[in-house]
Antibody
Framework: QVTLKESGPALVKPTQTLTLTCTFS??????????VSWIRQPPGKALEWLAR???????FYSTSLKTRLTISKDTSKNQVVLILTNMDPVDTATYYC???????????WGQGTMVTVSS | QSALTQPASVSGSPGQPITISCSGT?????????VSWYQQHPGKAPKLMIY???NRPSGVSSRFSGSKSGNTASLTISGLQAEDEADYYC??????????FGGGTKLTVL
């Protein structure tokens, strides 16, 4: 059974750095063609794709957030980490990690973790 | 990369069919057969309903179908049921960033 679960702080202050961890099971990020992405959703708003990391350590970022995002993986721990710097209240959202089935589809999603940015 | 364009809301009566459109460009929907659709109930994570334009994951009802014409993709739900009431999002592979989502459509079952 494939599962993913996000973890991280529920509250961060403006200008701080957010570090989120996606811990998964049922698949390996060392397997060819395996990819994991981060997606976020502000309250009442649409989904926004943030970043992707592939089995071969290729990394891709949202154009609008590229300068603030870093994605990495620890294959031995079955984890993917997302770092978002210089947090702002507009970054308040539920953050999801998801496994990708092919280049365009997210077949398994984590439950999401809500992050609020407030002083 | 601009978001794909979806109607904000659609509605239909139980048993009727509905279609949700998703408009993009030749750099996303029109250029690749990598359109997906997701269903999201309140407070829940999105669920993959259609991938690669027309394919249904195992376990998804055959009442859900996808199609594409030019730069526009569509999700059709035949025989609406109360449990279909949810938000629906389309997404597409793009030539610039790997994925772009639509703005979402709220489906109301009357």
């Amino acid at each position: 059974q494939v599962t993913l679960k996000e973890s991280g702080p529920a509250l961060v202050k403006p200008t701080q750095t957010l570090t989120l961890t996606c811990t998964f099971s049922g698949f390996s990020l060392s397997t060819r063609a395996t990819r994991v992405s981060w997606i976020r959703q502000p309250p009442g708003k649409a989904l926004e794709w943030l970043a992707r990391i592939d089995w071969d350590d290729d990394k891709f970022y949202s154009t609008s957030l590229k300068t603030r995002l870093t994605i990495s993986k620890d294959t031995s721990k079955n984890q993917v980490v997302l770092i978002l710097t210089n947090m702002d209240p507009v970054d308040t959202a539920t953050y999801y990690c998801a496994r990708m089935a092919g280049p365009g589809a997210f077949d398994i999603w984590g439950q999401g973790t809500m992050v609020t940015v407030s002083s | 990369q601009s978001a794909l364009t979806q109607p904000a809301s659609v509605s239909g009566s139980p048993g009727q069919p509905i279609t949700i459109s998703c408009s993009g460009t030749s750099s996303d929907i029109g250029g690749y057969d990598y359109v997906s659709w997701y269903q999201q109930h309140p407070g829940k994570a999105p669920k993959l309903m259609i991938y690669d334009v027309i394919n249904r994951p195992s376990g998804v009802s055959s009442r859900f179908s996808g199609s594409k014409s030019g730069n526009t993709a569509s999700l059709t739900i035949s025989g609406l049921q109360a449990e279909d009431e949810a938000d629906y999002y389309c997404s597409s592979y793009t030539s610039s960033t790997p994925v772009v989502f639509g703005g979402g459509t709220k489906l109301t079952v009357l």
